[in-house]
């Protein structure tokens, strides 16, 4: 249910590829196994102590807020992620994501479709102009693509716009880099494990990975 969730929420973003919910399972079984005592908490070892992974996804400072579901945001706790197995499984997904995410910030045009009109004043320049009016250098360059040099009493028209991150696209979600971004490369052999557990999976089998 989780990994469809994620699925519906980033169709279509920068081609998004959907999640198959067997590597969230057998991550699951890497990370944990159901003979894990922290098998009902912390299901995929996200929020344990010492790991930043937690803080990175929550913080949204590093593109966890276009990943997470708009529904959990807020729902998904440092405290709650830490204590209750189905957060843990989301934010684990969540994290897994962001990290497959390649980001990078664009120049985004606003929702206000209105062109307006704005007259040049002394000591202005297009980065003072675009900070006052509430959009970019490079909307106004390319609105007004002869003014390359600004006189006072210049008329310039502008759109509402903004420079966020977004979704660029995205590191194929296999094993190796899995094992990489995920597990940041702490056990060496977390890769040789997931391949083993999926492959488990796929055949029908619960297959418990050796820690």
């Known amino acids: 249910m989780a990994v469809n969730e994620y699925n519906r929420h980033l169709r279509g973003v920068s081609g998004y590829l959907p999640l198959d919910w067997q590597i969230i399972k057998a991550m699951l079984w890497v990370e944990t196994g159901a003979h894990n005592p922290q098998w009902n908490a912390k299901s995929m070892q996200i929020g344990v102590s010492g790991d930043p992974g937690l803080a990175s996804l929550l913080s949204g400072k590093e593109g966890g807020d276009l990943i997470l579901l708009p529904g959990w945001k807020g729902r998904l706790t440092m405290s709650s992620v830490r204590t209750i197995a189905a ?22 045009p606003g929702a206000d479709p209105k062109v307006y009109e704005i007259s040049v004043k002394p000591g202005d320049s297009l980065d003072k102009m675009a900070k006052d009016q509430g959009t970019t250098i490079e909307t106004l360059r390319k609105l007004n ?30 094993t190796t880099f899995i094992a990489l971004r995920y597990n940041g490369g702490r056990d060496p052999n977390y890769a040789g494990k997931l391949d083993y557990a999926l492959s488990s999976v796929r055949k029908g089998k619960a297959a418990l990975c050796a820690q």
């Open 87 to 108: 957060h843990n499984i989301r934010a684990g997904i969540g994290y897994l994501l962001m990290r497959m995410a390649k980001f990078e910030y664009r120049n985004v």
């Open 145 to 174: 693509p002869t003014a390359a040099v600004l006189r006072p009493g210049q008329v310039l028209t502008y759109r509402k716009a903004s420079i966020q991150k977004v979704i660029a696209g995205w590191h194929p979600i296999v």
